[in-house]
């Protein structure tokens, strides 16, 4: 029984592969990126702007990630790409540390590696596409919500999961803004939202009634916004309760025209993909090497480089005025 | 007397037939994963734009496979046990995670040597699997709520000690050689996890405890009717899964260089289908550690041979295709497992009513 | 009295958690944000009462969290191509009811343990609903939200339709020949059989209803927000399940009743505001809830002991 | 005369290879209580099934009052008026006594409404009719075991059945119960209904019934009316042979007491003040009707239920039994009366049932050693001239007269000093039995103290060279061995007490 079988399985494997492997022959470069977290909005705003520049650039674009933010999937499939021999990759870290070493059997491999949105140890990665540092992002939010309130007043936070490493980074940064700069203000609160939007809107009603002289909610996980947004809207404090936070315009657009959500702060997402891939590309050609300046890019110009970090520019703030220019 | 009728020979023939049975599904299992593994072979493998062989049929892929494999793999070991005893344990998970973050502590926080941190954290897994023995033993609780309570107060315990956000790191490279690099060819970690697979299997095939729990299993009381010791046989299993959790923290600890409240979390699913793909029945008294192995390796090959398939990777989705593929796969093998019986019973009609539908087991 | 005590100490412990809260946290009582509160809970409640049956029943059902994110996205997506909200919401309970058909067919049939079956049917859809939608949100025409009522009635409405639904299907598992089926067929199948009951026939059945309340359940919360996150049911299962065998349901068949498990789902669904009003640090939510698990269990042990000499 | 209300002719039903009932003929006319009568095993309890459904006949014809019905099911019986009382309540423990009555009673569709104040008021109606005090509300779990034979007899009665079956229902029953009882089934016969009676109990036979039928290995020995023949007779017919002859005989005198029991109670199992000794190479009878307290007495010498009060002595020791290992520890074996639950486990080979007690001694190290494993199974195979395939075939392979052998395999390997058999010959086909009988006796022969309980008089009779007789929880009598059958069912009755 077990030669037929083993005839029968090795003769399907070998023609199924064969239609599978011809349609994958095309030598193309492959640039495999790794977001945090596949779901995420904020990650699939991302590869959109990834998808346009591998079209321009005519390259194939690997994009996986764990579905939940999970640094050891991240790093499995991160060994899975040197196993596949990509020419590039462009890592979220989820873990500084944890993704670094996997990283760097890649860079022993010969396969060019670069970090966005979150970096790695810096002697695991050539270039930090960097859309703002966690320093940056704190210091804008924290500074926008003081302007929101008038540099007063109570504020709470929702943020993805109580684990979630750049949140915990961004985290610590609005906290130490808040220390130096508002010291009328002041963070009764911090909630997680499992990255579930309904339950972002339930531990918003719960903070709002739990603290009456509550001026802003601060959401900095994207499904955070528009449930916070829709709590404070149900209570109807709309315009009392500022809401503001990171998230994507589509997300929000509907809360910002109803005046509930105040301000949006990302980057532009979409620009953060297309320059990854453009610095990719270009550090897979040897376009790109230690020292450079700046980086040329097809459609969006150049970007310059301040040591091994590639600027993407300022965070952006959306409001009511431009956010429906927007469309990621 | 007929005392010649049962002369050795006629005993024998009898033994290899019902041997034969006993591993139906085992080598069910076995021609699933060759054919797998043949497929993802041939289809995952190719020859990249520098003229290097990539992909699923390279050696570096199979250690790879071996290196992800050991959490799971170690704590499907822990479950396999549990499950034959007709008990479950949904708190491995989250006692990976709990066990992963105090193994932190222990070392950075209270200054321990790693040794010394690793025996403490053995013990404190040891301690957490005692918890849910003297809960199901002493007080006759059903397994399944114990450990959906000690899931949440496990996982609840870690985010609380390190307020969620604390992440241990910068681990000394001799504890990293565990989980990063290799030792006589094979991946480190791989050795611990064979050795503690040949350790359970011992444990289970070779030694009375494993009689013992397969007898629990299958009649509870028949096993206290013959002077077995139920209760004491049943916490072990528990504290042995404890402790092997601590085992699979530790690993998971020196493969990504960090301790953090999260580590593990939905492992306890994966350990749970493992187990029951190789063959051990959730009602218990059935089950090995080679069908558990057989069963954790056909959803290794499965996950990682799927994200070397090129039309896979242009879907970008090889985990959800790997999620989809093994839960068909576990419902495949529940349906094939009972499809003999039920044919069977479809002919004599009224009989098979007598049995009733199967309980909730646990 | 002494045979609902079980019932009667969950709702002690949850009076002692209101009275506590009433004491220190007062603005926890303020009407508007409470009813906010009790309509995000509404949905769950809903699936709660199909997964006390089915526990009844001495069946489990684990894969409701991803039959949730599935019929509410599909719903969202019928509901964003302009179908009508008459047509979506029995579409959506359909959808819910064919997969209790699969996972009832494969149990009560096939006679698999059900706790297999649904762990499998969960991860196939999760799986699936992650591959075809990639977490992406489905955003709704705006007269979908409180089905176009205002925001109040919307709310009172749907809180309203899940009381109903539990008073309802409270009354029915006492007073209607088939909900002591339920009892019956989960104390002892085999005696049920030979008082003429179906056992089969009932495991097929409350896996079904499980599954449409479920699609019941995804509608409500639909109807909450004008959009669709697909991850919304992620840990719905062992929300649901901890609160019913909080509430006193045997997860051995047979005992217990709706009222028992509405107390413990309010109970659990407490202890998160709870301690946001006591301004207690969120990292002890989970330890706290698995607390109030083991606690429920460990007093039902210690009681069975002292009723068995 | 018109057809009888119901007629069962050439019934056949096997299991596995046991073949229950080989061609019974039985009928009930309306307004008449027909016993039935019959040792243990001989096909009574299959009978009953058969007409209520819960088992289909493999042949034979079932008629209800001369109109033949194939395929009844027990909702189908119930419809047709076909009421029965189990030996062992068949009720939902968690349900109250009102809801039991009703899912018992009411054969309603799915969608009814409950309609709880009938149920609490029928249920109150036919608990008052019987004169038991028990309220409906209570949960049947709470309800002492004669509470719930109360409530399975008030469920007949309510039934409103043409056909009311009663397996042996007073045999956990008080006297003041049992009169209770008396008068339900003179009400229902007057009424017109047909009574099938089963009951040990001769003289409440010859006290309530018209007609009584003894069956014996599965077929009918004969049906007469009450007043045509007496206790001996019946008796007679049921054991159907001549005692003395079968069992083989002890050749040798007993040595001295290795147990002794002094006052032994367990207030949890209801037995009290238990007193007796027994001796090296003597097997004690133990005698009684079901429910006398002789299970729970070898529970609580197998530390399963342990003692409260008085003392056991074994060999000179006084034992603290608390759990089965200590049973064990001190050389007690005992092989129980549920073989399918307690004894063998079906689904493991046959040399793991043997070897199942001995770990201790035959795997020191804990490690298996499984050619001293397979040869002390072989060992036990052969001595006791087991009929399997061999030591690996599972123990669910075997016919009922092996699997007891199995059973009793695992703790001769225990090497014990008292061996303690509970109903060993139950369910065993003839030959085995006699096989069995054989090897007990042998046991006894090679120094062992045996005790031997069985409802199967005879056996206790034939067996034991005394018989202590049980009832109601405590020790009766003691009488010397082959007494008179009368006598010691006479002590069993307590009417002579």
């Known amino acids: 029984m077990k030669n037929p079988l083993l005839r029968f399985c090795a003769a399907g494997a070998v023609l199924l592969s064969s239609l599978l492997t011809a349609s994958a022959a095309d030598s193309k470069l492959i640039v495999a990126m790794l977001p945090k977290s596949k779901g995420n909005a904020y990650f699939i705003s991302c590869k959109a702007g990834a998808d346009k520049a591998a079209k321009e650039l005519g390259i194939q674009l690997l994009f996986d990630g764990p579905t939940d933010s999970n640094a050891a999937k991240q790093n499995e499939i991160v060994e899975n790409w040197i196993t596949l021999g990509v020419d590039v990759i462009a890592v979220a870290a989820e873990n500084k540390e944890g993704i670094s070493t996997a990283l760097r059997k890649a860079q022993k491999q010969g396969i060019k590696v670069l970090t966005y949105d979150a970096d790695a140890m810096a002697d695991a990665r050539s270039f930090f596409i960097n859309q703002a540092t966690p320093q940056g992002i704190g210091q804008t939010l924290m500074d926008e919500a003081a302007r929101l309130v008038g540099a007063e007043g109570e504020f709470a936070m929702i943020v993805g999961s109580l684990t979630a490493a750049n949140q915990r980074e961004w985290q610590k940064y609005v906290e130490v803004r808040l220390k130096e700069k508002f010291p009328k203000m002041k963070l009764v609160a911090v909630r997680p939202c499992d990255d579930l939007k309904d339950k972002a809107q339930s531990e918003a009603t719960a903070l709002l009634s739990a603290n009456p002289k509550l001026k802003l909610i601060m959401a900095i996980c994207s499904p955070g916004v528009p449930g916070a947004a829709e709590a404070v809207k149900q209570a109807g404090l709309t315009g009392k309760v500022k809401v503001m936070g990171l998230g994507l315009p589509n997300e929000n657009k509907r809360y910002v025209h109803a005046g509930v959500t105040d301000s949006v702060i990302l980057w532009n997402t979409g620009d953060l993909g297309y320059l990854t891939i453009y610095a990719g590309v270009a550090l897979a050609k040897d376009e790109l090497k230690k020292g450079a300046k700046s980086l040329k890019t097809g459609a969006l110009g150049s970007f310059a480089i301040e040591g091994d970090n590639i600027l993407l520019g300022q965070p952006f703030i959306f409001n009511q005025s431009n956010i429906d220019r927007f469309d990621f | 007397m007929s005392t010649a009728a049962h002369a050795p020979a006629s005993f024998n023939r009898y033994r290899r037939d019902w041997r034969a049975l006993l591993t139906r599904h085992e080598m069910l299992l076995l021609y699933v994963l060759i054919a797998e593994w043949l497929f993802f072979y041939f289809a995952g493998t190719s020859t990249n734009r520098r003229g290097v062989i990539v992909g699923f049929g390279t050696w570096d892929r199979q250690f790879d496979i071996l290196r992800h494999s050991c959490e799971i793999g170690l704590l499907a070991l822990a479950l396999t046990p549990v499950i034959i005893t007709a008990g479950i344990d949904l708190s491995v998970g989250s006692l990976l995670g709990l066990c992963a973050i105090l193994f932190g502590k222990l070392w950075h926080d209270a200054g321990l040597s790693i040794p010394v941190a690793i025996g403490l954290t053995l013990g404190i897994g040891a301690l957490a699997g005692a918890l849910n023995a003297v809960l199901i033993t002493a007080l006759r609780l059903p397994p399944l709520i114990v450990t959906l309570g000690t899931y949440s107060l496990f996982r609840g315990l870690a985010e609380a000690i390190t307020r969620g956000s604390i992440t241990y790191t910068d681990f000394p490279e001799t504890f990293l050689f565990i989980g990063q690099e290799r030792w006589l060819g094979l991946p480190t970690q791989a050795w611990i996890f064979l050795l503690v697979a040949l350790a359970m299997g011992l444990l289970l095939h070779r030694t009375t405890y494993g009689r013992a729990f397969r007898t629990i299993g299958l009649a509870p009381e028949g096993a206290r009717y013959a002077g077995l010791p139920v209760e004491r046989r049943l916490a072990l299993v528990y504290v042995l899964a404890g402790l092997i959790a601590a085992i699979a923290a530790i690993i998971y600890t020196a493969r990504l260089g960090q301790a953090k409240a999260d580590a593990g979390t939905g492992y306890e699913l994966f350990a749970i289908t493992a187990v029951v793909l190789g063959g051990t029945s959730i009602f218990g008294g059935t089950g090995t550690i080679v069908g558990t192995l057989l069963g954790v390796a056909a959803i290794a090959v499965l996950k990682n041979g799927l994200a070397c398939l090129p039309v896979v990777m242009r879907l970008n989705a090889a985990e959800e295709m790997s999620g989809l593929f093994t839960g068909a796969l576990l419902l495949a093998a529940l349906t094939a497992s009972v499809l003999p019986k039920i044919l069977s019973n479809l002919r004599p009609r009224r009989h098979s009513s007598t049995q009733s539908i199967p309980p909730l087991s646990p | 009295m002494k045979r609902y005590f079980r019932e009667l100490s969950v709702v002690g412990a949850l009076l002692a958690v209101l009275f506590g809260l009433a004491w220190f946290a007062p603005a926890f009582f303020s009407p508007q944000p409470l009813l906010s509160l009790v309509t995000r809970e509404a949905p769950t409640l809903v699936v709660a009462c199909g997964m006390a049956c089915v526990i009844i029943t001495r069946q489990i059902d684990i894969s409701v969290g991803s039959m949730f994110s599935v019929c509410s996205v599909c719903a969202g997506l019928l509901v964003a191509r302009g179908w009508p909200l008459v047509l979506v919401l029995p579409a959506s309970i359909g959808l819910g009811a064919l997969f209790g058909v699969f996972n009832g067919f494969l149990v009560a049939a096939l006679r698999l343990p059900s706790i297999v079956v649904t762990m499998a049917t969960m991860v196939t859809l999760r799986q699936g609903l992650n591959l075809i939608r990639q977490g992406e949100f489905v955003n709704l025409p705006d007269r979908v939200q409180w089905f176009g009522l205002s925001q109040t009635t919307g709310q009172l409405v749907l809180v309203g339709a899940a009381l109903g639904l539990l008073v309802a299907l409270a009354w029915a598992m006492r007073h209607v020949a088939a909900g002591r089926y339920l009892y019956a067929v989960g104390t002892d199948a085999e005696a049920a059989r030979l008082a003429g009951i179906r056992p089969q026939r009932v495991t097929l059945l409350v896996f079904v209803f499980i599954g449409a309340l479920t699609g019941l359940g995804a509608m409500m919360n639909l109807a909450q927000s004008p959009q669709v996150q697909p991850l919304t049911g992620n840990g719905l299962e062992l929300k649901v399940i901890a609160a019913v065998v909080v509430g006193g349901v045997a997860i051995s068949g047979g005992r217990g009743n709706l009222w028992g498990a509405f107390a413990g789902f309010l109970l659990l669904a407490c202890v998160s505001p709870a301690l946001t009003h006591l301004h207690v640090e969120a990292y002890w939510e989970k330890a706290v809830q698995g607390a109030i698990i083991l606690l429920a269990v460990v007093a039902d042990g210690l009681r069975s002991r002292q009723s068995n000499r | 005369m018109s057809s009888p209300l119901l007629a069962l002719r050439q019934i056949v039903k096997n299991y596995g290879g046991v073949r229950a009932l080989r061609g019974v003929d039985f009928d009930l006319r309306a307004g008449e209580v027909h016993a039935l009568l019959g040792e243990n095993g001989a096909g009574k309890s299959t009978l009953i099934k058969i007409v209520t459904g819960a088992h289909a006949p493999d042949g034979g014809t079932i008629s209800l009052a001369g109109q033949p019905v194939a395929d009844l099911t027990p909702a189908s019986a119930r419809a047709l008026g076909i009421a029965c009382i189990y030996q062992q309540p068949a009720l939902f423990p968690d349900l109250t006594v009102a809801e039991n009555l009703a899912l018992r009673l009411d054969a309603t569709s799915a969608h009814a409404r409950v309609d709880w104040t009938a149920r609490r008021a029928r249920a109150t109606a036919l608990l008052d009719r019987i004169g038991a005090a028990i309220a409906p509300d209570t949960e049947v779990c709470t309800l002492s075991m004669p509470e719930q034979q109360l409530v399975e007899i008030a469920c007949a009665l309510g039934s409103g059945a043409r056909i009311v079956i009663m397996d042996e229902p007073t045999a956990s029953l008080t006297q003041k119960e049992q009169h209770l009882l008396y008068a339900v089934v003179r009400d229902l016969r007057k009424n017109g209904v047909g009574v099938i009676y089963i009951s040990h109990r001769l003289e409440e036979i010859s006290a309530l019934a018209d007609r009584v039928t003894v069956l014996r290995d599965g077929q009918s020995v004969g049906t007469h009316a009450v007043g045509d023949i007496n206790e001996a007779g019946l008796i007679r017919l049921m054991v159907g042979r001549e005692v003395a002859q079968i069992y083989p005989a002890a050749e040798s005198a007993p040595g001295a007491p290795v147990l002794s029991l002094r006052g032994v109670g367990c207030t949890a199992s209801g037995v009290h003040d238990v007193s007796f000794d027994v001796r090296a190479g003597e097997i004690f009878g133990l005698g009684g009707l079901v429910g006398a307290g002789r299970t729970e007495l070898a529970r609580i010498l197998f530390g399963l239920t342990p003692a409260d009060s008085g003392q056991i002595t ?133 120094g062992l103290a045996v005790i031997l309980i069985s409802s199967d008089l005879p056996e206790v009779i034939g067996m034991g060279d005394r018989i202590g007789v049980m009832a109601h929880g405590t020790l009766r009598t003691i009488l010397p061995g082959g007494s008179d059958p009368h006598t010691v069912m006479a002590a069993a009755l307590g009417t002579a007490a």
């Open chain 4, 314 to 446: 074994l060999a000179g020791e006084t034992l603290l039994l608390r759990s089965p290992q200590d049973a064990v520890a001190h050389g007690i074996a005992y092989v129980p009366e549920d073989r399918r639950r307690h004894g063998v486990v079906l689904e493991l080979p046959i040399a793991q049932n043997i070897t199942m007690a001995v770990h201790r001694r035959l795997f020191p190290t804990t490690w298996l050693r499984f050619g001293a494993e397979r040869a002390l199974a072989l060992d036990y195979i052969r001595d006791l001239a087991v009929k399997c395939a061999g030591p690996d075939a599972p123990g669910g392979s075997l016919s009922g007269g092996n699997q007891q052998k199995i059973a009793l395999a695992r703790w001769l390997a225990t090497r014990p000093k008292l061996l303690i058999l509970d109903e060993p010959t139950q369910g065993v086909d003839i030959g085995a039995k006699s096989e069995i009988h054989k090897i007990i006796r042998r046991l006894a022969q090679e």
